[in-house]
């Protein structure tokens, strides 16, 4: 290293000191200011306590998949696989079967999709005819050790190794 870029270097690094600084003195100072019951336009930057607090998802929010239910409690998903075929992941899977019902005519055993691949675009939910599929769970914590881990199944629901 030249003794120019060793300048540059420490330079550099008393900028970032000097606005960590700056960020700390300005929460600081918000924070007392409203202590004392002053209000300031701004409110001072809050650490969220994680895990132990949480903050809220916005209600437009995706998070994992589920499938909606009718009344008797059977899914509202059709099979009609349109799902599969507008997902740009390719990472649903989806196994059919017939419904005894002629109008409904088949019916998911198994739904399952590769959280590894997929990227919550939401096409899935947009492309629904039968309004069958939401990502409303609030369930964004899947952090897992393989790959295989996060196949979840969504019907009939987490299997043994799948939990959510
Ligand atoms: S959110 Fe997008 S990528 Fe994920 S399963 Fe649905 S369509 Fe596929
Ligand atoms: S979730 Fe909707 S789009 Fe996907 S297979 Fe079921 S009915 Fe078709």
Redesign the pocket.
């Known amino acids: 290293m030249t003794v120019k870029d060793g300048a540059r270097f420490a330079i550099e690094v008393l900028r970032g000191g000097l606005i960590t600084a700056r960020h700390f003195a300005v929460n600081m100072a918000r924070h007392s200011l409203r202590a004392i019951g002053i209000r300031t336009r701004r409110t001072g930057a809050v650490t969220i306590q994680y895990p132990e607090a949480r903050k809220q998802v916005p209600s437009r929010h995706?998070s994992l998949?589920r499938l909606l239910t009718r009344p008797d409690g059977r899914p509202r998903c059709v099979a009609c696989m349109l799902?599969l075929t507008?997902?740009?992941?390719?990472?649903?899977s989806v196994e059919a079967d017939e419904d005894p019902d002629p109008e409904i005519q088949k019916t998911p055993i198994r739904f399952e999709?590769d959280l590894s691949?997929?990227?919550?675009?939401?096409?899935?939910?947009e492309?629904c005819p039968e309004d069958a599929?939401r990502?409303d769970t609030g369930i964004l914590e899947w952090g897992r050790l393989g790959r295989d881990d996060l196949r979840i199944e969504i019907w009939p629901g987490p299997g043994p190794g799948r939990k959510i």
């Open positions: 995706r998949h799902c507008v997902c740009p992941s390719e990472c649903i999709i691949r997929c990227c919550f675009c939401g096409f899935c939910v492309a599929i990502m």
